[in-house]
């Protein structure tokens, strides 16, 4: 299976913005599921106004809530 | 603590970049009318129930922000406010229940539940000074209109089927400072209030704030004539993202303007020497035990509720005051900024002269994104080097106590003192009253009010588990292991003298 792969922006601005909790929820994933899943942070996607911001496969998803994001890659 | 951002926090945040951009570019005046109508219209989510709802709570967030009374200013707008911001008197309270998103807390504190026989008594309705209970179906409901929330049909009812919800602040608040009205408004009683901050993080509509000195501290940064200086908490560690190094925090804030920036864990070693001296006088004099006094819930505490022992409080300052006063001492002209984790320093601030304004972690980071500073790009780098890794320590629960510990035991007097430590304010309470009562086994108490003491701050951002071990790391590379080889913070301490005191 080829493996989700999730990008969440840690600069200043999406950390302020909850940048903790969308990784706390990723990794928070059962076992099999957090497999399909390469997690990585980045320091920043471009879109800090729209903070807090991901990317999953290459696709920018700003703002996004843990629930959102759990959402698209489950 | 776990620091969960909801979105009333982002919101909050929201706010505090606005107001700190819009006085960046001098546009404070011109756009602040228009913030509520920009962060809340038809287009974005909603919390309450509808955006003019919505809009006139974010008024009374903003002038919190702004560092004022909501309630003392209810009828000024915003822009009224922004023109005289130099004026206004600034909040001295701190913590406020902001009565337009309190309303409604939607909790019914009494509610009768199945285990209602609708028995023949009635006691309930009897009970009811407002005639609030109707009996519908075989069974008592209560009109929540009418309710007072006096709570006697709960007394009143014999087989126990009313049941008691206790509002979130309420029950956050550890000595019963907060108690809801007759119009079920939240009110805070002042004279109870430790400043604890439990009551802000426990409401989930918001509604209980505290107030922020973000413009008046960039007003200082933008003006050339002033001298800034940035006195960071120990527990900064870690607080923008485990990747930001605490050396990228301070070229940061050297790039935003701040002239000088110190470690408070300097007048945290100052602090540890003199307290642990006073530690050892105290108890050759007799005293039976002395408390830390560098948490000021914890001391507040003790001086509300404990008044019988407040004379066996250390009388040595926090570390911020003692770096505070250290620092105007050499240059009286220079404005001070503490920046920590901590509502009650905002308060313990207002009485003290030497620092001129207060940050926490969270209103620090808003002003950085305000002015486009991303820490986990940021390259630049300055050294910090003021203080020992005792004075580091000072971060989390148990720190204060172990330091003294071992600079007694530097000086061979360790044996003299049985060390005990404590968190949290339930548990400082439940820790106080024993130790009032002589069942305490110990002659020094440390308390937090804290849970993991500051490192758990109400304006922290981190995982406390996480920052406390990056606390732990970083006062390793410390130049000195101990407070006593800071041979500046001994030399400081002592030139002080009688400003070491409260
Ligand atoms: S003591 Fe703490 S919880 Fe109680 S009202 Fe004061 S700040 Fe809020
Ligand atoms: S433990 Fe630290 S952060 Fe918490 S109230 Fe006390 S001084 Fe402030
Ligand atoms: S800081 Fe996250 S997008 Fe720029």
Redesign the pocket.
């Known amino acids: 299976m080829k493996k989700h792969l999730v990008e969440v922006c840690i600069g200043t601005s999406c950390h302020l913005m909850g940048a903790q909790d969308l990784i706390r929820a990723v990794q928070g994933l059962p076992g099999e599921k957090l497999n399909s899943i390469q997690l990585k942070t980045v320091p920043c996607l471009k879109s800090c106004d729209k903070s807090p911001a991901v990317r999953i496969n290459g696709q920018i998803f700003a703002p996004i809530t843990p629930e959102e994001l759990i959402k698209k890659i489950t | 603590m776990l620091n969960i951002v909801t979105e009333l926090t982002k919101l909050k945040r929201r706010i505090y970049i606005s107001l700190a951009r819009f006085t960046l570019k001098d546009q404070l005046v011109e756009k602040v009318e228009s913030l509520p109508e920009l962060l809340a219209n038809a287009d974005t989510p909603r919390y309450r129930c509808c955006e003019y709802k919505e809009q006139a709570i974010l008024k009374e967030m903003i002038k919190l922000a702004m560092g004022f009374d909501p309630e003392q200013y209810k009828n000024m707008s915003l822009i009224e406010m922004a023109k005289q911001i130099d004026q206004l008197e600034s909040d001295k309270r701190i913590i406020h229940v902001l009565s337009v998103a309190c309303d409604r807390c939607p909790i019914d504190k009494y509610m009768i539940t199945d285990a209602c026989r609708n028995c023949v008594a009635h006691s309930c309705v009897s009970a009811c000074p407002r005639n609030a209970i109707v009996i519908i179906q075989n069974r008592a409901y209560i009109d929540q209109g009418k309710c007072i929330e006096c709570g006697r049909c709960k007394v009143a009812c014999p087989f126990g089927a009313i049941l008691e919800n206790i509002r979130p602040c309420e029950r956050a608040c550890a000595v019963d400072a907060i108690k809801a009205d007759y119009s079920r408004q939240a009110s805070i009683d002042y004279e109870k209030c430790i400043?604890?901050?439990n009551c802000v993080r426990s409401c989930p509509f918001g509604a209980i704030e505290d107030s922020t000195q973000i413009i008046q501290v960039i007003k200082m940064l933008k003006d050339p004539e002033t001298k800034v200086n940035a006195i960071i908490?120990p527990?900064f560690i870690g607080q923008f993202g485990a990747k930001v190094s605490p050396g990228k925090l301070k070229a940061a804030l050297v790039e935003i303007g701040f002239s000088e920036v110190y470690e408070v864990a300097l007048g945290a070693d100052m602090v540890a020497l003199n307290e642990a001296h006073e530690l050892v006088e105290r108890l050759e004099k007799g005293q039976p035990f002395m408390t830390s006094s560098?948490?000021?819930?914890?001391l507040s505490l003790i001086q509300k509720y404990f008044p019988e022992i407040a004379d066996k409080a250390s009388t040595t300052v926090?570390p911020m005051i003692a770096l505070a006063r250290l620092l105007k001492k050499t240059d009286p002209e220079s404005k001070m900024v503490f920046i920590?984790?901590?509502?009650?320093?905002k308060i313990e601030a207002q009485k003290e002269k030497d620092i001129d304004a207060v940050l926490t972690f969270e209103e620090l980071g808003c002003i950085l994104v305000s002015m486009g500073i991303n820490l986990a790009e940021y390259e630049l780098e300055e050294e910090i080097k003021d203080a020992s890794s005792h004075g580091r320590n000072f971060?989390y629960?148990g720190g204060v106590a172990n330091v003294i510990r071992e600079i007694l035991k530097e000086e061979g007097k360790e044996n003299l003192i049985k060390f005990a430590h404590v968190?949290g304010i339930v548990n400082c309470k439940e820790a106080l009253q024993k130790l009032v009562e002589g069942k305490l086994d110990c002659n020094f108490l440390e308390g937090?009010?804290?849970e993991g003491?500051?490192?758990?701050?109400?304006?922290?951002m981190m995982n406390s588990k996480i920052t406390t071990r990056l606390v732990q790391k970083f006062a390793d590379k410390a130049r000195w292991k101990l407070a006593l080889e800071n041979k500046a913070a001994e030399e400081k301490r002592k030139s002080l003298a009688h400003a070491m005191e409260r």
Do not use: E
């Open positions: 400043g604890c901050g908490a527990s560098c948490c000021p819930s914890f926090s920590g984790p901590c509502i009650t320093k971060a629960a968190d937090m009010g804290c003491g500051c490192v758990g701050g109400p304006g922290s």
